[in-house]
T-cell receptor, first 111, second 116 residues
């Protein structure tokens, strides 16, 4: 799996959009970008994934650069419940459930 | 979405005893489940891949005789920590995949093990 780099932490204001960056410059053509989050003392929760096109679901949007070397997870209106560690993971879809977790970004949503 | 349930959510045991953690996929069949371990303020680390009807595959550095994995059915995998020591105290998390659901992984709520 390609390695990912994320900032260790970031704060954002409640009600504002939160933009979480991820670098994955060594991504291969058949690897997907997955995002999960882990709220304190819980198991990780799937958020979204994509290959090369931008994706949106009820939780978030995923913007992948044209060269696929980086991506941004967007939480459109952050709430206090979005406080969590967010993990960006690159892997082939067939192994999408065998995940290598990096350090992630610890996001603190402040009122 | 698909549901994965772990039991127990918390357990305290004495050194030298064994502890069994169950991971169940409640509404789908999972031929493969994964077990992770997470120490405080650290990321999840994959311990092993649990395959239904066959032996588990362990990651490098994980003792297979200490962490016994059994995947006897398509909805249940168990992790047994044998002869537990205080350094085995950790947060243990399982995941399972539903092949018909976009390839994402579904995680259990985790089990907090404390060995005293």
């Amino acid at each position: 799996d390609a390695k990912t780099t994320q900032p260790p932490s970031m704060d954002c204001a409640e009600g504002r959009a939160a933009n979480l960056p991820c670098n994955h410059s060594t991504i291969s053509g058949n690897e997907y970008v997955y995002w999960y989050r882990q709220i304190h003392s819980q198991g990780p929760q799937y958020i979204i994934h994509g290959l090369k096109n931008n994706e949106t679901n009820e939780m978030a949007s995923l913007i992948i650069t044209e060269d696929r070397k980086s991506s941004t997870l967007i939480l459109p209106h952050a709430t206090l419940r979005d406080t969590a560690v967010y993990y960006c993971i690159v892997t082939i879809k067939a192994a999408g459930n065998k995940l290598t977790f990096g350090g992630g970004t610890r996001v603190l949503v402040k009122p | 979405g698909a549901v994965v349930s772990q039991h127990p959510s918390r357990v305290i045991c004495k050194s030298g005893t064994s502890v069994k953690i169950e991971c169940r996929s409640l509404d789908f069949q999972a031929t493969t489940m994964f077990w992770y371990r997470q120490f405080p303020k650290q990321s999840l680390m994959l311990m092993a891949t649990s395959n239904e009807g066959s032996k588990a595959t362990y990651e490098q550095g994980v003792e297979k005789d200490k962490f016994l994995i059994n995947h006897a059915s398509l909805t249940l995998s168990t992790l047994t920590v044998t002869s537990a020591h205080p350094e085995d105290s950790s947060f243990y998390i399982c995941s399972a995949s539903h092949t018909e659901v976009r390839g994402e992984a579904f995680f259990g709520q985790g089990t907090r093990l404390t060995v005293v």
